[in-house]
């Protein structure tokens, strides 16, 4: 079965601190496209970022920016200025065969 | 507002009792989901549809039935509860392209005794 990877189980940083979540997959396919969830205590979904794979470019919302390493199967989160509202499970996934794969899921906490 | 919704938000059933858990998309999406959240799991793919009158298992099918009859509507039925379908239950839809990722609901919580 492909599978998309999230190594982190949970991290912790402080408020204003830089923090990265790491993802790596698996696919046979050249093009796709690998996408970051966010699942605050709402258990709702929120869409955070997006990349094409064919895209060199890393993609960037606002504080938040992945890098993107196409040949290494990476597709890292990072969140600038981390804020107490970005305290969340976050889901690294991949799609493939007309659906997304998902990762376990990272707990990230914000600390004041 | 257009969205997907789901019904109900929460159900405790006894084992052995049957359900089944609505999917109502208003974005005219071709494709839906429904996957299982459990902890440490991440989500699992159960069954999902690509078109009006077509479902594919996923990942973790057994137990389940689905069934897309209209297009903004898919179903997830449990027919004979076992504790192991514990979970929570998301469904998601979206365009064939993949430009905007899924589009959720709010999830269901079943809790199977």
């Known amino acids: 079965a492909q599978t998309v990877t999230q190594s982190q189980p949970e991290m912790s940083v402080q408020e204003a601190e830089t923090v990265t979540l790491s993802c790596t997959y698996d696919?046979?396919?050249?093009?796709?496209?690998l996408f970051w969830y966010k699942q605050p205590p709402s258990r709702q979904m929120i869409l955070v970022i997006r990349?094409?794979?064919?895209?060199?470019q890393n993609a960037t919302e606002n504080r938040f920016s992945v890098n993107f390493q196409k040949a290494a199967k990476s597709f890292s989160l990072k969140i600038s200025d981390s804020q107490l509202g970005d305290t969340a499970m976050y889901f690294c996934a991949r799609e493939g065969a007309q659906k997304l794969v998902f990762g376990q899921g990272t707990r990230l906490t914000i600390n004041p | 507002n257009a969205g997907v919704t789901q019904t109900p938000k929460f159900r405790v059933l006894k084992t052995g009792q049957s359900m089944t858990l609505l999917c109502a998309q208003d974005?005219?999406?071709?494709?839906m989901y429904w996957y299982r959240q459990d902890p440490g799991m991440g989500l699992r793919l159960i069954h999902y549809s690509v078109g009006e009158g077509t479902t594919a298992k996923g990942e973790v099918p057994d137990g389940y039935n689905v069934s897309r009859l209209k297009k903004q509507n898919f179903l997830l039925g449990l027919e004979s509860a076992a504790p192991s379908q514990t979970s929570v239950y998301f469904c998601?839809?979206?365009?064939?392209?993949?430009?905007?990722?899924?589009?959720f609901g709010s999830g269901t919580r079943l809790t199977v005794v």
């Open positions: 990349q094409e794979a064919y895209k060199q």
């Open positions: 974005m005219n999406h071709e494709y």
């Open positions: 696919t046979s396919e050249n093009n796709y496209y």
């Open positions: 998601a839809s979206s365009y064939p392209s993949w430009n905007y990722g899924y589009t």
